[in-house]
């Protein structure tokens, strides 16, 4: 018998395809025996143990009937059995969500997203990679595996976690918060996703800063919020550019901005909360790397002046652990928190109880906070050597703004067009660098050259090299 293994995966799936595949196009009928397997495994040459492990599967799956050894025969086709039609790869968008979603993003063109095959890449959103921290979370994750309660966690998230975090926002962050005040969520992005669901309709006033966080811009234009976005200058937000109507929503990341890196100065702060307390409206405060300062303290977080209850504060893991974790918090003004915890059991029931209880034991015996000041060393070195290797090489081309924290520089090249930018970022690709525009964090990009260089991913040696071909880029650019 002529069987096609299609030589994906294991031999014995491949063989089970191919005998199904015979079944389908009749070359097996109804009440055919099957060959012996001493035969087939010679035909193809494959072991006996392999042909046994195919019709062994086929067996289980209905295709064939009889007992393994002494003679296996094709069954009635069922229902099941017809041959997989093609099906349509793409059908119209089935609801309003679905148009959107297809409308806003496109996966393919994730800003930020990795350049591939190049040797050093200033790819945003990288973890600090740290050996002390894999180990120690792998038994924090083992020790939670062994003790944690196997059933569903509870919605808003485990206890312990949540005492933990407020623990660390009243010492880090200056947020006074209890723990029923805290819902646990997947990340940044679930954060977005539920403060969309229980604070807008389709068609509300949502504003954004100019540039902003792009994922979260998506998020907002997929419930169908009308988007604004609103200058940065050296303060932060221009609050006098505000909606006069008023906005439902306005997010902000006041500690670093996102991706400029300025600082919300105090006036602001308290100009942006007045005017979400006059028009009733909400400010998302997302925190996500205001930990890592390097020049002085880090600020307290602009909730922590939030005496009307106005400010919904998102704070993630992403930046202090790793992304994969996928855990974060979101502290939410009393009056709301019984919608975010409805919206957050309606979404996934509740974040991984493992992860939650792996953590919350982490940060409360000490080793968080450990593994936070082994970070920030070795995250200032590398921004230290970045800053240096690029003011060295800069001769006046290039206008750098240092921010002072976080995890990533702006640099501009000085007057050259966004096209020459997108031309710099190919050529430098072509060295084997990757470097990422800056024009995607906007909703109308200017017309220059700008870059978002993530500093995290690569070491001090790695980042000097990568300077070293960053500067023969802008030597050819400027010959
Ligand atoms: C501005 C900003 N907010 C939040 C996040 C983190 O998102 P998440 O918590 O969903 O990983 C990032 C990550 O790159 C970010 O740049």
Same mark, same amino acid.
């Given at each position: 018998? !002529?069987?096609?293994?299609d030589g994906?995966?294991?031999? !014995? ?10 079944v *389908?196009a009749?070359?097996l !009928? ?11 495994a010679?035909?193809?040459g494959?072991?006996?143990n ?7 599967q ?5 295709f ?6 002494s003679?296996s ?11 997989v ?18 409308? %806003?993003?496109d ?5 930020g ?10 790819q945003y959103?990288?973890p600090?990679?740290n050996?002390?921290?894999t180990s120690?979370?792998?038994?924090e =994750?083992a020790? +939670?595996?062994? %003790?944690t309660?196997?059933?569903y966690?509870?919605?808003?998230g ?9 623990d ?7 947020v006074?918060?209890r723990?029923?005040d805290?819902?646990i ?16 309709d ?9 540039p902003h ?9 997929? !419930?169908?919020?009308?988007l ?5 200058d050296?303060q ?12 439902? =929503?306005?997010?902000v990341t ?5 991706p ?9 702060r ?5 005017? +979400?307390?006059r028009?009733?409206?909400?400010? =998302? ?9 390097y020049?002085a303290?880090?600020?307290a977080?602009?909730?922590?002046l ?11 893991f992403s ?9 974060? %918090? ?8 019984g919608d975010f ?7 996934? *029931?509740?974040?991984?109880g493992i ?6 034991r982490f ?9 936070l ?15 240096? $290797? ?15 924290? $976080?995890?990533?520089?702006?640099v501009?090249?000085?007057e050259r ?7 710099f ?12 525009s ?15 260089? $993530? ?5 001090v040696a ?8 960053f500067?023969a880029c =802008?030597?050819e650019m400027w010959?």
């Amino acid at each position: 018998m !002529h069987l096609q293994l299609d030589g994906r995966g294991p031999l !014995h799936a491949q063989l089970t395809r191919a005998l199904k595949a015979a079944v *389908f196009a009749g070359r097996l !009928h109804q009440g055919a025996r099957l060959p012996a397997t001493r035969q087939l495994a010679h035909e193809l040459g494959v072991s006996r143990n392999t042909v046994l492990a195919a019709y062994e599967q086929l067996h289980a799956e209905g295709f064939v009937d009889g007992r393994v050894g002494s003679g296996s025969y094709v069954t009635p086709p069922l229902q099941t059995l017809r041959p997989v039609r093609a099906l349509p790869a793409m059908l119209a968008p089935q609801s309003e969500f679905a148009r959107r979603g297809r409308q %806003y993003h496109d996966h393919a063109r994730m800003p930020g997203r990795r350049i591939d095959g190049v040797r050093y890449s200033f790819q945003y959103g990288m973890p600090v990679t740290n050996p002390a921290l894999t180990s120690a979370w792998a038994r924090e =994750l083992a020790h +939670a595996a062994a %003790y944690t309660a196997p059933s569903y966690p509870m919605s808003q998230g485990l206890p312990a976690l949540r005492e933990a975090v407020c623990d660390y926002l009243a010492r880090r962050r200056g947020v006074q918060a209890r723990p029923e005040d805290v819902v646990i969520v997947d990340g940044t992005q679930q954060a977005v996703a539920l403060t969309a669901r229980v604070l807008l309709d389709p068609g509300d006033t949502a504003v954004l800063e100019e540039p902003h966080y792009a994922a979260i811009r998506e998020v907002l234009q997929i !419930h169908g919020a009308r988007l604004q976005s609103i200058a940065v200058d050296g303060q932060g937000l221009r609050c006098d550019a505000l909606p006069s109507e008023g906005a439902k =929503l306005v997010c902000v990341t006041p500690s670093h901005q996102f991706p400029s890196g300025v600082v919300m100065s105090l006036p602001r702060r308290l100009e942006l909360l007045d005017y +979400a307390q006059r028009h009733g409206g909400w400010i =998302l405060e997302d925190d996500y790397d205001g930990e890592f300062r390097y020049d002085a303290q880090p600020l307290a977080a602009l909730r922590s002046l939030d005496e009307h209850g106005r400010v919904i504060y998102v704070g993630t893991f992403s930046k202090v652990m790793f992304p994969s974790l996928r855990l974060g %918090y979101v502290v939410v003004p009393a009056g709301l928190r019984g919608d975010f915890v409805n919206a957050k059991w309606q979404d996934d *029931f509740g974040s991984p109880g493992i992860e939650q209880a792996a953590l919350a034991r982490f940060m409360a015996e000490g080793g968080f906070e450990r593994h936070l000041r082994r970070t920030w060393k070795t995250l200032k070195e590398r921004r230290t050597a970045l800053l240096g $290797g690029l003011l060295r090489c800069s001769a006046g081309r290039l206008q750098i703004n240092d921010s002072h924290a $976080g995890m990533h520089l702006v640099v501009w090249l000085r007057e050259r067009s966004r096209e020459e930018g997108e031309a710099f970022i190919a050529r430098a690709r072509s060295l084997g660098l990757g470097l990422y525009s800056i024009a995607p964090y906007y909703l109308a990009p200017p017309d220059r050259a700008g870059l978002l260089l $993530g500093y995290c991913g690569l070491s001090v040696a790695e980042i000097d090299a990568a300077v070293e071909r960053f500067a023969a880029c =802008l030597d050819e650019m400027w010959r």
